[in-house]
């Protein structure tokens, strides 16, 4: 059975003050009845896996090279992020993919250095508003499910965030039928792949104007297993009623 799991994005926001409200959450979720994870800036990495030590919450980079070391100017590897304390890395992000023109073999192989260094790997997918309207959504989920995700992982080593890119950060979410329809696809093709076992234990997570106000019915939607929140896990309060609406469903 998949794990339920409330995963922040803080993306490029975040300094040393910010971890307050990590304390704020730490003291309001002892023992949280699902998971939770905060993948911040790298800059705040270590610092953050520090403060909450071996508390209940799980920490993690927004991104990780397929290589081990090098000369790859501003990267971290899976082992740099070990290192700093994290356990999962997110990747593939529409922004990764649009910013820095990441392909699904860039994140394929991103994804297997991830869990070669002893990651959990987030692997996004999600299409453009144009491909919605064009009817293409479920080719391009298929295409970029096949393409980014490599062979050998587990139910434990990995995590699938759908995420259309036309909701991110724009307050426009998809309809309940539309996320049933995605998450529905997604579980299907992982089981075809991997079988009903592996296939139906990895957690699938919604991503895309996540907020307290709508988390429920969400949450509510067969085969969504949590949520990957952007601007609402950057603040105590909001997060928090994210989690109390995962753990009640």
């Known amino acids: 059975m998949a794990q339920k799991l409330a995963a922040g994005n803080w993306k490029m926001n975040g300094t040393e003050a910010?971890?307050?409200?990590?304390?704020?959450?730490?003291?309001?979720?002892?023992?949280?009845?699902?998971?939770?994870?905060?993948?911040?800036?790298?800059?705040?990495?270590?610092?953050l896996s520090r403060r909450i030590g071996t508390g209940p919450i799980a920490t993690g980079a927004q991104d990780c090279h397929m290589n081990t070391k090098g000369a790859h100017?501003?990267?971290?590897?899976?082992e740099m992020i070990k290192d700093a304390g994290g356990a999962y890395a997110i990747l593939g992000h529409s922004e990764r993919r649009t910013d820095h023109g990441e392909t699904d073999a860039i994140v394929n192989a991103k994804t297997a250095a991830a869990l070669a260094g002893g990651l959990v790997a987030v692997v996004c997918i999600g299409e453009t508003e144009a491909q919605r309207?064009?009817?293409?959504t479920l080719d391009l989920i298929g295409t970029q499910l096949a393409g980014s995700i490599p062979d050998g992982v587990s139910g434990q080593t990995l995590v699938?965030?759908?995420?259309?890119?036309?909701?991110?950060?724009?307050?426009?979410?998809?309809?309940?039928?539309?996320?049933?329809?995605?998450?529905?696809?997604?579980?299907?093709r992982l089981q075809e792949r991997f079988g009903a076992d592996l296939g139906g234990a990895v957690s699938l997570?919604?991503?895309?104007?996540?907020?307290?106000?709508?988390?429920?019915?969400?949450?509510?939607?067969?085969?969504?297993?949590?949520?990957?929140?952007?601007?609402?896990?950057?603040?105590?309060?909001?997060?928090?009623?994210?989690?109390?609406?995962?753990?009640?469903?």
């Not at 100017?73 to 899976?78: C, K, L, P, Y």
């Not at 909701?167 to 049933?180: D, F, K, M, S």
Request: charged share 15%; hydrophobic share 50%.
């Open 73 to 78: 100017t501003g990267d971290i590897s899976a």
């Open 133 to 136: 309207d064009a009817g293409e």
């Open 160 to 188: 699938v965030a759908y995420e259309p890119v036309w909701a991110i950060g724009t307050g426009r979410v998809p309809t309940l039928e539309q996320i049933t329809e995605v998450h529905d696809f997604i579980r299907a």
């Open 18 to 47: 910010s971890l307050a409200e990590v304390d704020a959450m730490l003291a309001a979720y002892p023992a949280p009845g699902c998971g939770v994870l905060i993948c911040p800036p790298a800059t705040l990495l270590d610092r």
């Open 205 to 249: 997570l919604y991503g895309g104007s996540v907020k307290p106000s709508n988390a429920a019915e969400i949450f509510a939607v067969a085969n969504v297993d949590g949520a990957l929140v952007g601007g609402a896990s950057l603040k105590a309060a909001d997060f928090g009623a994210i989690i109390d609406a995962l753990q009640n469903a």
